[in-house]
């Protein structure tokens, strides 16, 4: 591995693994040690002569066939990393996501006749195949490794000395392996580093590829790093959420890979993203500077394909939904999709759009209270004023006060020196919608109270009140009426929020899916006309979406981003391994008309037809299934299963406390 153990300290650790099945702790390198007892487990014997596993001509077209993006991409940067290394007659090594090697670039001199073919296309360096080796090491480990002479498992391999690095695709995924191999008296410091970066070259080149349909920003901490090999790239739908990144631009934003598909721009960076495009639209080719929510500058140079760029600085805004305010073809008609209930939230909302009548909206966890709430500002007479938004829910309790009242210059330690007008000023002419009103902590609700019965505002610190106009949007997703009946929300300040309250439906109880579906795609990928397959569609029709419309979503993005450039239909392929488990189990139901009951087949074994042992279950009973398969599926991870599931933490830990009662 990456410091060579000395070679009788190898031998010593080698003979007691045999001996005993255990290696020895401390002497050789921990990932060689597990390597080797995989090795072990798979059967494998260091003196064993097997012979090399090779694949088919049938299986070997089809992997070429299916892996043609990430092999056209290889091979110029296989053939500039082979000019480097030609002298000490190494071999260039590409592999697929088993370890089954693509593409050689070299004539490997130096292995015997009978061990060449060892080193060609079709030949398996999986480690259950060969034990330890750079290839099936680094992929088993899922990252950058060196494995010299005698570390490889099988003796028969200890004449080489190989440097691999895994290549991930856009999404987070292992796409295969690049290896270069050699004799192992030839060994050479900086082959992994050559390596490493050569499949990060490989991984920048792919995602720009597989991402070209999206905006993509090219990060880097200074200008000048931006379209060198250290930089990040980041892919963003149209709608501002991040579907793609490669390890820097991960790195730069703070993110790892389960935040792909699950993280909108504005809630890491500073900025939104049709200021972003406009900016770009002015300069081009300048570098922007933005700024991470922790304060750190980042450098981002925007690349988008031109011939997408005016449907998305079309669709950008259509996010934030600012058209014309008549009824029909309104902010909000543009989400109305269909449903009887949704329709006639909407219908209520905006008959009090351009009166002083506070509105509740209620709806679970991602029904799309906020994205109504935008909708209903942009249809009314304020459009042209601010929208701010706040979540009450997620400010910490001690800084409420500053972050919503603002402060006077020097109020407190720690206070900006030129004092701060607070969230509720900044809605002035506007709306201002807060968003789960029921967590504000009961000292707030006093002062939010006297806000908007006084409509001014005084800042922390400050003696004199300041006049404020705003219309008032909340929203909550527990009922507000039981919260103020149990003392946790005040009575006084319920009635007053409460001019008129409209519940938005969950989405498993929407009659719209079909239509929904479409607008949902048709919003990830405009130019694309992106389909769902029936049976897919009646699957997702009839899925609890406990995650509601963020997590339908969020699958829906992810699954685009696994098209190939081939392909414009959704298909069972394109799910998440954790949805399809659960998709599979529920009973397909009519995506056009509503979900109705909805039946669950129990454990059924994939591609077994569900219909056939249908057990009646509540729709609440289906939505626990569906937390429980994803907490299973991620190993109890809390954190990465509402993030899958597209609810927040809080949200996830009530309704588990809400099954156990
Ligand atoms: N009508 C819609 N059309 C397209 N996407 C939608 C729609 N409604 C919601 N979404 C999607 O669901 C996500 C969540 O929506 P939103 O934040 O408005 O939900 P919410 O009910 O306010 O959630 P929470 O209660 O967690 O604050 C959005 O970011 C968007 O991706």
């Not at 031998?11 to 060689?32: F, H, M, N, S, Y």
């Not at 929407?510 to 569609?537: H, I, M």
Request: aromatic share 4%; proline share 5%.
């Amino acid at each position: 591995m990456r410091s060579p153990s000395p070679l009788l300290a190898l031998r010593q650790a080698r003979q007691q693994l045999l001996e005993t099945g255990q290696c020895p702790a401390g002497i050789v390198d921990e990932r060689l040690a597990r390597s080797w007892h995989r090795s072990m487990a798979a059967g494998l014997a260091p003196t064993a002569r097997v012979s090399p596993e090779h694949a088919s001509t049938h299986h070997l077209r089809h992997v070429l066939a299916s892996n043609h993006a990430l092999l056209a991409h290889s091979r110029p940067v296989m053939e500039y990393v082979f000019d480097q290394v030609r002298q000490s007659q190494s071999v260039v090594v590409l592999a697929d996501s088993a370890g089954m090697l693509m593409h050689t670039l070299g004539d490997p001199h130096f292995v015997d006749k009978a061990e060449r073919v060892a080193l060609t296309s079709g030949a398996s360096w999986n480690e259950s195949h060969r034990g330890t080796n750079a290839i099936g090491t680094a992929l088993a480990e899922r990252g950058a490794v060196e494995i010299h002479g005698s570390e490889h498992f099988l003796e028969r391999n200890g004449f080489l000395t190989c440097a691999a690095s895994p290549i991930l695709s856009a999404t987070g995924e292992l796409s295969g392996i690049l290896d270069i191999s050699g004799d192992h008296r030839n060994g050479h410091a900086h082959t992994l580093g050559l390596v490493s970066t050569a499949a990060r070259m490989i991984e920048n080149r792919l995602m720009v590829a597989t991402c070209k349909r999206n905006i993509r920003l090219h990060l880097h901490a200074h200008p000048e790093g931006i379209g060198s090999v250290a930089e990040g790239i980041i892919a963003l739908s149209d709608d501002g959420w991040i579907v793609g990144a490669n390890r820097v631009g991960l790195a730069l934003l703070r993110l790892n890979t389960g935040d792909i598909g699950a993280t909108l721009l504005e809630r890491v960076l500073d900025v939104r993203l049709d200021d972003l495009l406009s900016r770009h639209k002015r300069r081009p080719l300048q570098a922007q500077q933005l700024r991470l929510h922790n304060g750190a500058i980042v450098f981002a140079q925007i690349q988008v394909d031109p011939a997408v760029l005016p449907a998305i600085s079309h669709a950008a805004p259509a996010a934030a939904a600012t058209p014309a305010s008549k009824p029909g073809v309104d902010a909000l008609s543009a989400l109305d999709t269909g449903d009887a209930r949704w329709r006639s939230a909407a219908d209520k909302a905006r008959r009090i759009v351009a009166k002083p009548i506070p509105l509740l909206v209620q709806g679970e966890s991602g029904v799309g209270k906020e994205m109504f709430a935008r909708a209903l500002h942009a249809s009314g007479p304020r459009r042209d004023g601010p929208f701010v938004a706040i979540n009450c829910g997620a400010i910490p309790e001690s800084l409420i006060e500053s972050e919503l009242f603002g402060y006077v210059a020097g109020a407190f330690t720690g206070a900006r020196k030129e004092g701060s007008p607070g969230r509720l000023r900044e809605a002035h002419g506007g709306t201002l919608f807060l968003d789960e009103i029921g967590d504000m902590p009961l000292t707030m609700q006093t002062r939010l109270l006297r806000v908007l019965q006084e409509r001014t505002v005084t800042p922390v610190g400050a003696g004199k009140a300041v006049a404020v106009d705003f219309a008032l949007v909340c929203a909550t997703h527990c009922k507000l009426a039981e919260a103020a009946a149990n003392g946790k929300f005040r009575h006084d300040l319920y009635y007053r929020i409460n001019g008129l309250t409209v519940t938005l439906p969950a989405l498993r109880d929407r009659s719209d899916f079909a239509a929904l579906t479409e607008r949902l795609l048709s919003d990830l990928s405009p130019a694309l006309g992106v389909q769902v397959a029936p049976e897919l569609l009646s699957r997702l029709a009839a899925y609890p979406w406990p995650g509601n419309l963020r997590q339908y979503a969020s699958v829906l993005r992810t699954a685009c981003a696994m098209l190939q450039d081939s392909e414009d239909t959704l298909d069972w392929a394109h799910m998440p391994d954790d949805l399809l488990e659960a998709l599979q189990a529920v009973a397909p139901v009519a995506a056009a008309s509503s979900p109705g009951p909805a039946v669950v087949a129990g454990a059924a074994p994939l591609g077994l037809q569900p219909a056939a042992v249908q057990v009646p279950q509540s729709l609440q009973a289906l939505s626990q299934v569906a937390i429980q398969q994803t907490l299973e599926a991620t190993r109890g991870n809390v954190s990465l299963a509402a993030r899958q599931l597209g609810i927040s933490r809080q949200t996830l830990y009530r309704k588990l406390a809400a099954a156990s009662v």
